[in-house]
């Protein structure tokens, strides 16, 4: 409501008030109308995404009165004793009583990605994630208190989603501002020096009439709704809208970055089998690796053993290892049993070992495979221990989400590219793109370990690889950043704490709601069900939004530039400006308020291709011209046959007309049923294709306008006087400009086509 335009009308609407013209104040009551509309739209969609926003709000682990709790972040106070386990966010500063491997990212604070150990006595820091082990620690400073909300402005780094519709809109915004700038002592001055002699109401409302003319009052307005319901529409379908402007995000994407588990995969890891190596036997194995298993804080892999796998009573932990996605093994020192590890056989085994070709033909297979091993030395901390001896391999299988081979369908069939960015094993991740329909060849499978982490020399290897594994936290973002560089909008899906740094780099991040709080957290984008599936409605609704608006500019534009047109001709043959108000309300409301609402909303398949405001600019500009010269052309021939013998010009502002006055009105009159045919013109070419809806939309507009006309009152209050001579003759210069328009068209799409 507070705007620079609504300002603008507004002082208009006191100066027309101050006139008395209460007819030509109407374009005030449509300015109320707009706003109120607008007020109640966003009123109720923020109050729907609120509501699902608080049901999926980031939670925090407390223990009250001996109780361990699940409570909204927003809810830990001080004193609160907090357990941190992977995945979560840090909700409030404090010193760690407890700590069993834990690993925190510090880099939204700190900037330094490689995860920090703790232990019990360090400090925490709200605002940073743990990425393995867990912990207890006291609250002691929280929200605007905590040191990451005393920092934010100098170190932590928050992008917020980028709108070409939006800064193309703010573009559009700024040329008419500096054009309202120029135009305003213009206007006045060319009304004062044709009709000054009528006093200065006269002077007023002509000035009035073509100032309303350059503001697009309901641009903002329809913009912003169109985000919001499509938000809305959004979450019908538990996709939740962090950012407005992600919905038009993902239909800019060209290129999207896959995490295969969650993602491709529906995350639920099953435990298949349990082939010993050399002379174990799986009564030996069985043991060890139940007890690794028995672990509060296990991932989703370790959970999957312990379904399967019974721990064994009498293993005492003494020292613990907690996974992360850089390490990619977890380790467990048990009293009197050494040190026992569960990881990645490719990083566990040496690089000649035989054991790497059975785990070969497994992966090829689509399965997991960990090794089990065993080392006589102590466990410390983050370092691999010494003379490891694979013991077991541990084979794992995921199902594959029946909707991902769909979905990547669509993808192709949209031009969108796809690569799998994945820290598993390279030949599992493309046995599951093998499975969903990915084509790829085998050079476009890549170990991530053999490739940099430097954006710029990723660069080369992102135009041709589709598959990565092994990719480490960094290594995501990474190869985000290099596929930005050369040219693409970068969409990435994951749900782990692994995938924080490039969802947080993307332009837009897709995080899943059964996924890791500090993913969520980034994510513009929250698929709350975690259905893959829901992508292609999301890129469907940014696209309706991105065609609707471009529709909506390309009228709002036209008729700034037909009342620029109009401006400057009035001023240099010193004529008064043709319209009244009250005129430009009735072909505005018409052909523009009305349909631009309804077109905003429309379905909208049209691909999205950069240039948005190229494209407003190179259609409306021109048509805009036409139409001001429709205007002029229109008001000279009937001012020359039907105006007054002096050439003056007059407005009733009160009382009955007299036969002087009602001829005045008629050159106006004329020039009103021109720029209504070719701004309905305007209007059919914009709402193609068409079907029903539109067509009984705009049949039932046009019907409108010509009852204006028609009626007795509405002509009395609109000053319309149309002798059937003046009603050819405008008719006749209006479908011209029609035909001008659709000469605009052809051209406009022929130069699209080269």
């Given amino acids: 409501m ?38 109640t739209q966003e009123y109720l969609a ?13 939670t925090t682990w407390v223990v009250r009165d001996g109780h361990l709790a699940q409570v909204r972040t927003a809810q830990v106070v001080i004193d609160d004793l907090i357990e941190l386990r992977t995945g979560d966010q840090v909700a409030a500063d404090g010193r760690l009583l407890s700590a069993a491997g834990l690993e925190v990212d510090e880099s939204t604070l700190t900037g330094e990605s490689d995860p920090v150990p703790m232990t019990a006595g360090d400090d925490v820091r709200s605002g940073t994630t743990v990425v393995a082990g867990s912990g207890h620690f006291i609250a002691a400073a929280v929200g605007a208190n905590s040191y990451s909300h005393r920092i934010l402005s100098e170190m932590r780094k928050f992008t917020r989603t980028t709108s070409e519709i939006q800064r193309s809109v703010n573009t559009l915004l700024r040329y008419i501002t500096w054009i309202i700038v120029f135009a305003l002592p213009l206007q006045i001055w060319s009304q004062t020096r044709a009709i000054g002699n009528q006093g200065w109401r006269e002077v007023v409302i002509r000035s009035t009439g073509g100032l309303v003319g350059l503001v697009p009052e309901g641009l903002v307005l329809l913009t912003s709704v169109a985000f919001l319901l499509a938000a809305v529409r959004l979450s019908r379908q538990q996709v939740l809208v962090q950012e407005l402007p992600a919905v038009e995000g993902l239909a800019r994407v060209d290129v999207v970055c896959l995490d295969k588990t969650g993602t491709l995969t529906i995350g639920d890891i099953t435990f298949e089998e349990l082939l010993p190596l050399g002379d174990a036997t799986a009564d030996e194995v069985r043991p060890p ?18 379904r399967a796998v019974v721990a064994p009573p009498g293993w005492q932990r003494e020292h613990t290892t907690a996974f992360n996605s850089a390490r990619k093994w977890s380790a467990a020192e048990f009293t009197g049993r050494g040190t026992w590890l569960l990881g990645a056989p490719d990083v566990l085994l040496a690089p000649d070992d035989p054991i790497r070709d059975q785990v070969g033909r497994l992966t090829a297979t689509g399965r997991r495979v960990v090794l089990l091993c065993h080392s006589r030395s102590p466990l410390r901390q983050s370092d691999l221990p010494a003379d490891l001896h694979p013991r077991a391999l541990v084979v794992l299988s995921e199902r594959v989400r029946p909707d991902a081979a769909e979905t990547l369908r669509y993808f192709r069939s949209q031009n969108v590219d796809i690569r799998i960015i994945s820290g598993d094993n390279p030949a599992t991740v493309a046995a599951i793109a093998q499975r969903v329909g990915l ?14 982490t430097d954006p710029d020399q990723l660069r080369d290897v992102v135009r041709h690889a589709s598959i990565f594994g092994r990719v480490s936290p960094e290594q995501k973002r990474s190869l985000v950043q290099a596929l930005q560089r050369n040219g693409h909008v970068v969409a990435m899906t994951g749900d782990g704490v692994n995938d924080a740094l490039a969802l947080k780099e993307a332009d837009i991040g897709v995080a899943m709601g059964n996924g890791a709080q500090a993913t969520k957290a980034v994510a513009q984008l929250v698929l709350l069900d975690g259905q893959f599936a829901h992508l292609p409605s999301v890129l469907a ?10 529709r909506v500019a390309n009228l709002f534009v036209a008729k700034n530039v037909m009342s620029l047109v109009a401006i400057v001709t009035a001023a240099a ?28 909303l429309a379905p909208n398949r049209r691909r999205y291709e950069p240039g948005f405001l190229r494209r407003v600019l190179r259609f409306a500009v021109p048509c805009g011209f036409v139409a001001g010269s429709v205007v002029i052309v229109s008001y000279l021939l009937g001012r020359h046959r039907y105006g007054l013998a002096n050439g003056s010009s007059c407005v009733i502002l009160g009382g009955g007309p007299s036969p002087q006055e009602v001829a005045c009105w008629q050159p106006g009159t004329g020039a009103a049923v021109a720029l209504l045919a070719t701004s309905f013109w305007i209007l059919v070419v914009l709402a193609r294709p068409f079907d029903w809806r539109k067509t009984l939309l705009i049949g039932s507009l046009a019907v409108i306008a010509a009852t204006a006309f028609v009626l007795p009152s509405t002509r009395t209050l609109l000053n319309f006087d149309l002798p059937s001579g003046l009603l050819v003759q405008s008719l006749i210069v209006g479908v011209s400009g029609a035909g001008a328009v659709e000469v605009v068209l052809r051209l406009v799409s022929r130069q699209e086509r080269d």
């Avoid at 209460?22 to 300015?31: M, N, Q």
């Avoid at 609704?541 to 471009?550: A, D």
């Fill in 573 to 600: 043959f010193s004529l008064p400006f043709p319209f009244l108000p009250r005129h430009l309300t009735l072909v505005s409301t018409l052909t523009i308020g009305i349909p631009a609402f309804f077109l905003a």
């Fill in 439 to 452: 084509e790829f060849t085998d050079d476009g499978v890549i170990d991530a370990r053999t490739i940099s």
């Fill in 289 to 306: 690796l139940g007890a690794l298993a028995d672990d509060p804080n296990a991932n989703g892999t370790l959970k999957a053993v312990a």
């Fill in 2 to 39: 507070f705007t620079r335009f609504n300002a603008l009308l507004g002082a208009l609407f006191v100066l027309v008030t101050i006139t008395k013209s209460w007819a030509d104040g109407l374009f005030g009551v449509v300015l109320v109308v707009n706003a109120a509309i607008g007020i």
């Fill in 46 to 58: 923020k109050r729907k995404l609120d509501r699902l926003a608080l049901l999926n709000a980031p």
């Fill in 541 to 550: 609704e940014g696209r309706r939004v991105i065609g609707n608006v471009e």
